[in-house]
């Protein structure tokens, strides 16, 4: 699902091959072989390669404080069961309600930022993601809107103070729910909802989607709209990407500033949220335990004053 280790991985702690042992697919086998993926930007959660008679896996522990952050892990399930059967994430092999997974080993690459500018990327992000927004089947309902609400619960629960404006930032969410859902076009469909270039790898021919915890039938768009950001597309871009995927309305591009709006809310959220679960170091490059959740909190918000 992710590439090899590197040398310096970090020592496997005992209890995550005393865990390995108590899977049915790998109770019976007499000898595992398992190492952390010090490569993985996984703020939620901790991944491992595990190597067993000559197949490779990849071994994933949820994070306890899923719950506080809206995930379920029955939708999770869901959606990456699906996905898997439309050829787009790996194939899940075990899953539990804790959070616990083995899923088959993807070997690829996470983009780089410059890897989003190529016109070819683009193709193939869009179809990428109207293969998986086709998928109807997903019964868990996991639009941004409600993931927000969520998340406005749980800071409420760990007592968290939120933004003066809150009141304002709620109004202007409901009033774009609702105009998508006057839009004659729109059409729900599984959303992955967290589509930032360490949640997708590349083999060079395919790409395959991971982490499906804020996924389920939405709105569609937001996947765009993460696109428009991860990517830090310029406005040709944006309307290549739209135009790419199949809308070419001249009131598409406004609509797409609007769900990239959502985006912020989401992450100003989850961010403000993490932050009173596990405080905030001074890291801020999003790849260690010592990440500033409050900082990038505080930045979305900010964000939601100018978008």
Known sequence: ??????????????????????????????ELHISTLSDVVSLNNTNYRVEAEGETYLLRIGAES????????????????ATAEAGIAPKVLYADPTGVMVLSFFEGTHWKPEAFHEPANIVRLCETLRRLHAIQ???????????????????????????????QYNAKLAHIEQERLNDPRYKPG????????????????????????????????TD???TA???????AEQVALLT???????SDLDT????????????????????GIRGSGADTSGAGSDYNYWNYAQKMFERLDVL
């Open 137 to 167: 089947t997903v019964k868990a309902q996991g639009s941004e809107y409600r993931r927000i609400e969520r998340l406005q619960e749980s800071a409420a629960m760990l007592g968290l103070e939120l933004p003066s404006r809150i009141d």
């Open 244 to 250: 790419t995927y199949g809308l070419t309305e001249p």
């Open 66 to 81: 899923s719950r506080l952050l809206g995930i379920r892990r029955e939708e999770e399930i869901e959606a990456s069961k």
């Open 256 to 275: 797409l500033q609007k769900m990239k709006w959502v985006v912020a809310f989401f992450e100003a959220m989850w961010a403000l949220v993490m932050h």
């Open 224 to 226: 765009l709209a993460t």
């Open 1 to 30: 699902m992710t590439n090899p280790p590197n040398t310096t991985a970090t020592p496997v702690p005992n209890e995550v091959f005393e865990l390995a042992k108590r899977i049915p697919l790998f109770a019976p086998l007499s």
């Open 190 to 221: 599984l959303a992955h909802n967290d589509f930032w270039a360490n949640n997708f790898l590349d083999d060079g021919t395919n790409l395959c989607l991971v982490d499906w915890e804020f996924s389920g039938t939405g709105d569609t768009l």
């Open 229 to 235: 950001i991860a990517g830090n597309y310029s406005e």
